[in-house]
């Protein structure tokens, strides 16, 4: 068993977003901040200590019933690296949801943020998704200002491609760190991309082009959102790579979980898992993936990778 040596690459973050009860705007009682409690608590026994956040997430209940627990567990807040994103507008007024990265949107947003997460300061902020219609000065300018106001102390983005990501640092003195995409042993196409290359299967893939390597090439950290694939890959019963994931996990002495969050880390962009279970048991099931460097040698990598997508590679 060899011990993790770089903690800053690949080190799972927790993340809040099955927190704060219901996807609407009734208000969160004594059981979902003990829901949120446990949940943390498991997080941090488990050696997360970077929790992942966003606006919109259960209306802003996630954030709340988290700076709930913030509020009754003192020094905490200074042993954490808190991450939140704005950019999304869910639903209201009968109006669709949509995205809005404009100035005054996104300082507004962070204000309310700070606010509900009862702390001055965000570690991390992340735009959410792209907004076609933002302007990147704009962007940039108002970012910059949250950093001068000491209210945000680094940046990133979520879903974007490469592209999208150069035009933003084109304009933006700090460095975006970090660029949050769904990325799992199921959701696989942010690695397809780069071996499928010129064939027809390859016409299937969504993932735009050479992301991975350019976040990999400027130091943009990857977290992978859905990393736990939603737990399919927990049943050994239910597929082929469902029962390989179990029986390397027996042959590590480890958890399926870390199985599957290892096959994620052992890429060498040093990919950081985002945990979206609520159970503590669940989340408990990860500490190798936090504390042991993944032991999947090159072969047993690939058999996972062929056994989930359920064909040979080209
Ligand atoms: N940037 C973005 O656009 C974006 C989008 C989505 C999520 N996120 C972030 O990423 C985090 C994780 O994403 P996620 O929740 O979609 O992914 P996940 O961790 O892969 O899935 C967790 C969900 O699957 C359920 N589940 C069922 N069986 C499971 C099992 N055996 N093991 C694990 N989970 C099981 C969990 O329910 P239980 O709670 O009952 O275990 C929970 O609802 C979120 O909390 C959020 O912070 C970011």
Excluded at 26 to 50: C, K, S
Excluded at 196 to 220: F, K
Aim: neutral net charge; glycine residues 10%; hydrophobic residues 40%.
């Amino acid at each position: 068993m060899s011990a993790r040596t770089n903690t800053a690459d690949g080190t799972p973050l927790y993340g809040c977003m099955g927190l704060g009860g219901g996807w609407d705007t009734t208000p969160y009682g004594p059981a979902d901040i003990a829901h949120a409690e446990a949940a943390v608590e498991a997080a941090l026994d488990t050696g997360i200590t970077a929790f992942d956040h966003a606006d919109i997430y259960r209306y802003g209940k996630s954030e709340a019933v988290f700076g709930e627990v913030l509020s009754r567990a003192a020094g905490l807040r200074e042993r954490i690296t808190l991450q939140t994103k704005c950019g999304i507008r869910l639903p209201e007024d009968g109006r669709p949801g949509l995205y809005d990265l404009r100035g005054p949107t996104i300082a507004r947003r962070v204000e309310e943020s700070l606010a509900r997460l009862r702390t001055d300061v965000l570690d991390v902020l992340l735009l959410h998704r792209p907004d076609p219609l933002a302007d990147p000065a704009e962007i940039a300018a108002t970012l910059t200002s949250l950093h001068r106001q000491g209210l945000v102390r680094r940046f990133g983005v979520s879903n974007m491609s490469a592209p999208q990501i150069a035009r933003l640092q084109a304009h933006l003195e700090l460095p975006l760190t970090v660029n949050q995409l769904e990325m799992s042993l199921h959701r696989r196409d942010w690695v397809e991309e780069g071996v499928l290359v010129n064939t027809s299967a390859g016409a299937g893939v969504g993932y735009p082009a050479g992301t991975t390597e350019y976040c990999l090439a400027h130091g943009i950290r990857l977290q992978a959102w859905g990393a736990l694939a939603g737990g399919r890959f927990a049943d050994p019963e239910a597929t082929p790579a469902g029962r390989l994931v179990a029986e390397l996990a027996a042959r590590k002495g480890t958890s399926p979980e870390t199985v599957v969050l290892w096959w994620l880390q052992r890429h060498p962009a040093g990919i950081a898992p985002v945990i979206g279970t609520t159970r503590p048991a669940r989340i408990r099931a990860c500490r190798d993936a936090v504390a042991r460097t993944p032991e999947l040698s090159h072969e047993e990598w690939y058999e996972l990778w062929t056994a989930a997508r359920g064909a040979p590679l080209p």
